[in-house]
């Protein structure tokens, strides 16, 4: 059974950051090319960052500079390094795993206000 749990979200206010994880069971993950979408109120959700197997990465241009992607195979962990953060920010996030088949977390909240 595949299963990604999300946590580190949170209320920040702006300008602060924030570090989410992802951590995957189920999957291969090393193989996997893993992404962070966002979505907020009544709006589509968005990729915001993905990391291939080989830990090329890509980012939406909302966030580049100030978002960084990584990932530990060892953990099985994919994380979101989230700085400068703006009120346009607040969503909910999810984590996405891309291998045969994609799956996605429960998501978690992120607010930016003051």
């Known amino acids: 059974q595949v299963q990604l749990v999300e946590s580190g979200g949170g209320l920040v206010q702006p300008g602060g950051s924030l570090r989410l994880s992802c951590a995957a069971s189920?999957?291969?993950?090393?193989?996997?090319?893993m992404g962070w979408y966002r979505q907020a109120p009544g709006k589509q959700r968005e990729l915001v960052a993905s990391i291939t197997s080989g830990s090329s990465t890509k980012y939406a241009d909302s966030v580049k500079g100030r978002y960084t992607i990584s990932r530990d195979n060892a953990k099985n962990t994919v994380y979101l390094q989230m700085n400068s953060l703006k009120p346009e920010d607040t969503a909910v996030y999810y984590c996405?795993?891309?291998?045969?088949?994609?799956?996605w977390g429960q998501g978690t909240q992120v607010t930016v206000s003051s």
């Open positions: 189920g999957i291969i993950f090393r193989f996997a090319t």
């Open positions: 996405r795993a891309g291998t045969t088949a994609d799956y």
